[in-house]
Antibody, heavy 119, light 107 residues
């Protein structure tokens, strides 16, 4: 059974750069897209971006100037960096798997990690 | 970006009721539409993919239909564990976008 687990700081200061890692277990990271999705408290889901295991990336234009997603296939991990954090970036951050061949839907999700931006 | 609009935004229903949630895309997305269920404090769970395909392990009381711009999620007979928030999501192009959610509450 594939499992995803986010890790990273829960509290950030404004203007800092967020770094989150998603560790994939129970299956290979190869041949899938891996996404970051966030959800502010009480609100809907926002797709941040994704990476394919080849390293090609695709970002939401609304965040593109501040986002970097990378992958380390040797560790079965992928990571998110989001710069210039503000209170508006406070949210639960999820990592998720999207199929590349079988279908472009998010079939596995991490449990989510709450990131709070506050001074 | 493709805008996804769900209706209603909230819905009160009783156990045993048949419930339908609608999702409309701002342009045609063929059948690239998926439905998720989210309970408080939990990650979303895939229910239906490619508009009408039931994800493995999901009860058969859930069904999906539609193509192009209009889609529906139907729960044939509500069970207590179905009270949650439901989201549609398009994968026709990037950025991936979600509907605003439909909160299904107990009447």
């Amino acid at each position: 059974q594939v499992q995803l687990q986010e890790s990273g700081p829960g509290l950030m200061n404004p203007s800092e750069t967020l770094s989150l890692t998603c560790t994939v277990s129970g299956g290979s990271i190869s041949s899938y897209y891996w996404s970051w999705i966030r959800q502010p408290a009480g609100k809907g889901l926002d797709w941040i971006g994704r990476i394919y295991t080849s390293g090609s990336t695709d970002y939401n234009p609304s965040l593109k100037s501040r986002v970097t997603i990378s992958v380390d296939t040797s560790k079965n991990q992928f990571s998110l960096k989001l710069s210039s954090m503000t209170a508006a970036d406070t949210a639960v951050y999820y990592c998720a798997r999207e199929g590349a061949v079988t279908g472009h839907y998010f079939d596995y999700w991490g449990q989510g990690t709450l990131v709070t931006v506050s001074s | 970006d493709i805008q996804m609009t769900q209706s209603p935004s909230s819905l009160s229903a009783s156990v045993g009721d048949r419930v339908t949630i609608t999702c409309r895309a701002s342009q045609s997305i063929n059948s690239n539409l998926h439905w998720y269920q989210q309970k408080p404090g939990k990650a979303p769970k895939l229910l239906i993919y490619a508009a009408s395909n039931l994800q493995s392990g999901v009860p058969s009381r859930f069904s999906g239909s539609g193509s192009g711009t209009d889609f529906t999620l139907t729960i044939s007979s509500l069970q207590p564990e179905d009270f949650a928030t439901y989201y549609c999501q398009q994968s026709y192009n990037s950025p991936r976008t979600f509907g605003q959610g439909t909160k299904l509450e107990i009447k």
